[in-house]
């Protein structure tokens, strides 16, 4: 069997692994060592040393991130955040221009205009799914596309061929952050993007227990990268390393359960007479339903919804269910529930937030590994204590 053609959930646990197996431990052993034996490098990156990247911990990772997007070559990070800043950093100098897609994760956004406005890199932001405003933006300094595959919160899709023919025939790097659908939903490199990042935070690790990152795509590109980080540090340690790679083996089956039970739980919410929208874009009142449907293998357990009615009615209805945790953050095995506008987007002014469609009343679901029936009755009993 070609390893390429291997399903997913195979190479979660087979790809990359060390051949033979290290003292047969069947669990790649945590290499607890800044330093390792010269062996005769001849450039400083290829030095073995936990800030260049290269421990075996971390090898192990991005083989299997790489096979896992059936792409060339992967990198971690200490967080999602420095796979994004050192990325765009990577490819981005004073007086180079950005094309990203509106409402960005809220480090992202405020990464951009704020860090990116002093440093001289200008920026513009586009529809996700309107080429004619991507067309208009353009300018001759444009080097970089950058997009979300499902955008946070209101978990819109963009035009995901549209922007890499877009990238290609005015040659622009394609960048994708690819954290929400994770590589069981949606691999970037097998449509065409150039570099994929995650926050291994959420779905890859999937345990609500480690801050990581990775940058995923075509070898050159991320050699490039991986220069920048051994120069900006923000590299992973082994131990995190060592988590990371325990969650990411389950990866296939918490994602497949929490397609499931996001899908259940958006129908719930969609037909309940407290609830005035629903964003899922599994569901077909999604604006990109088509979109999401056409690219994706599935839905991912993101949703977010409005409850009808004053903002005191939210913080009713949050204090009175039992198993989501109110907590920031998403991808875990716990589900966990937040309101953007106190959390991830607190970052933007109202004003911004109000243009971005992102409400107070906005709530936002991360469903984990509950049963599915277990969270529609808790979600149900807050409802009725709410209006
Ligand atoms: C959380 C998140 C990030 C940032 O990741 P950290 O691991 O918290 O640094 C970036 N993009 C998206 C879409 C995220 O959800």
Known sequence: MSKKNQKLSTKLIHAGEKKPLVEGAVSLPIFQSSTFEYTGAKSYHDLKYIRLNNTPNHNVLHQKLAALENAESALVTSSGMAAVSTTLLTFLSPGDHLLCQEVLYGGTYSLITNDFTKMGIQFDFISGDDPNDWEDKLKPETKVIYM??????????????????????????????????????????????????????????????????????????????????????????????????RGLKTLAVRMAWQNTSGFKIAQFL??????????YPGLETHSNYTLAKKYLDGFSGMLSFEIKGEIDEVDKFLNALELPINAPSLGGVETLITRPCRTSHRGLTQEERKKAGISDNLIRLSVGLEDPEDLIQDLEQALEKCG
């Open 148 to 245: 979300e595959t499902i955008s946070n919160p209101l978990l819109r899709v963009p035009d995901l061929k549209g922007v890499i023919n877009f990238a290609k025939s005015h040659k622009l790097l394609s960048l994708i952050d690819n954290t929400f659908a994770s590589p069981i939903n949606f691999r970037p490199a097998e449509l065409g993007f150039d570099l994929s990042i995650h926050s291994c935070t959420k779905y890859l690790n999937g345990h609500s227990d480690i801050v990581a990152g990775a940058v995923i795509g075509r070898s050159n590109l991320v050699d490039e990268i991986r220069q920048k980080l051994n120069h900006l540090g923000g590299t992973l340690d082994p131990h995190a390393c060592f988590l990371l790679h």
């Open 270 to 279: 969609e037909n309940h007479p407290k609830i005035d929208k629903v964003n």
